[in-house]
């Protein structure tokens, strides 16, 4: 496998150092040596709980985070936090939460239009709109969303919006942070089959951030498992589902094993 994304040795540190007159202060490694790797046209899950440091990755990745040390390679070039505008329209995020992620104030049009104003190579002025009915085509939804805002939308058409939106820049790795957690779970199988079809169609790799193991099997092709801030075990998705070899990967499965087989008529209660 060709790596595309290569994270070495990521180390993330918060806070500040302890002071005679700030006795609680104190610095947290959030990430603590990660290193992980995505290769071309791979799907990589980067699963853990709350906390467990997957978001500052991937912030680091995009460019969102500042790395306290280590090194990411994208295609082999070194990545620093401010980077020239092809890499940074190479890497694109979507974000946990649809409707706060977009502008409320715009209409689809023009939040899906947005970054050629950064990046006017990608589409002449003179072809926008059919550029965006297109992205709307390949994410599902048609003109009559053109002129709508992000409240008239559902959850699920506004994270549609939102992949239309880091698709217009052509990107090669797609950062998916919980895409699909804010969804209910027959709106996720519909996102995640989505995905699954968009980067087939675009040649895309995503990294697929999750604390949920329950949607990794439909999207993944191999796993890392994350814990308080580092990896703990990367294999392939078949690897981890039925061989674990880490405890904590076996209670996240056993965790997602639980809900599976709750009943619907209990959860309600």
């Known amino acids: 496998m060709t790596s595309l994304l290569q994270v070495n040795d990521l180390r993330v540190t918060f806070g500040r150092p302890r002071r005679p007159w700030r006795p609680r202060a104190g610095r947290v490694e959030a990430v603590a040596g990660v290193d992980l790797t995505v290769g071309r046209r791979e799907t990589l ?12 990755v991937a912030r680091c990745v995009v460019g969102l985070a500042r790395p306290t040390a280590g090194g990411i390679r994208f295609d082999g070039t070194p990545l620093a936090t401010r980077r020239p505008p092809a890499l940074r329209r190479s890497i694109q995020m979507v974000f946990q939460d649809p409707r706060s992620s977009l502008n409320p104030r715009m209409p689809v049009r023009r939040i899906i239009a947005e970054g050629w104003g950064v990046h006017p190579e990608v589409a002449p002025d ?3 709109t059919k550029a965006v ?3 709307l085509d390949q994410v599902g939804l048609d003109a009559t969303v053109l002129d709508r805002r992000p409240a008239e939308l559902s959850g699920g058409q506004c994270q549609r919006v939102s992949l239309a939106r880091a698709l217009a820049l052509r990107p090669r790795l797609l950062v998916c942070d919980e895409a699909v957690s804010a969804l209910d779970v027959s709106v996720q199988a519909q996102v995640l089959r989505l995905l699954a079809d968009l980067r087939d169609r675009h040649d895309l790799s995503i990294l697929f951030i999750t604390h949920d193991l329950g949607v990794v099997r439909q999207i993944a092709d191999r796993v890392a498992v994350m814990r308080r801030g580092e990896i703990v075990e990367t294999a ?6 039925e061989a674990p070899k880490h405890a904590y990967t076996q209670e996240l499965l056993d965790a997602a094993l639980d809900i599976e087989v709750a009943d619907p008529a209990e959860v309600d209660r």
């Open 126 to 128: 003179g072809h926008r």
């Open 133 to 135: 009915l297109a992205l």
């Open 45 to 56: 899950a980067l699963v853990g709980e709350s906390g467990s440091g997957k978001t500052t």
């Open 236 to 241: 392939g998705v078949d690897e981890v589902f």
